[in-house]
Nanobody
């Protein structure tokens, strides 16, 4: 059973930065797409960023220019660098892995999920 373990969440002020990490229990090359999603209280889970095994990253419009997704294939870890954070970025952030090369921004297309890490941005 694949395990994804997120870390790096916390409380930060508006304009601050955080780096989330997602460690996978097996090779990242096992998956076609690695993604980050988030869910705020009372809202649906939404796409944040993703990267195909080979190819350019994808970002939600709301985070473009502020967030960066990267992958360390040696450590089997996916990162989400978050800069210029805003209160509306407050949510639980989830790492996810997609075994198929489709549905980059669609949560139900992803096969494996981490437990989530809380990010809170104070105003």
């Amino acid at each position: 059973q694949v395990q994804l373990v997120e870390s790096g969440g916390g409380l930060v002020q508006t304009g601050g930065s955080l780096r989330l990490s997602c460690a996978a229990s097996e090779s990242i090359f096992s998956f076609h797409i690695m993604g980050w999603f988030r869910q705020a209280p009372g809202k649906e889970r939404e796409f944040v960023a993703a990267k195909r095994r080979y190819g350019s990253p994808y970002y939600a419009d709301s985070v473009k220019g502020r967030f960066t997704i990267s992958i360390d294939n040696v450590k089997n870890t996916v990162y989400l660098q978050m800069n210029s954070l805003k209160p509306e970025d407050t949510a639980v952030y989830y790492c996810a892995a997609n075994s198929r090369d489709s549905g980059v921004v669609v949560p139900h297309e992803y096969d494996y999920w981490g437990q989530g890490t809380q990010v809170t941005v104070s105003s």
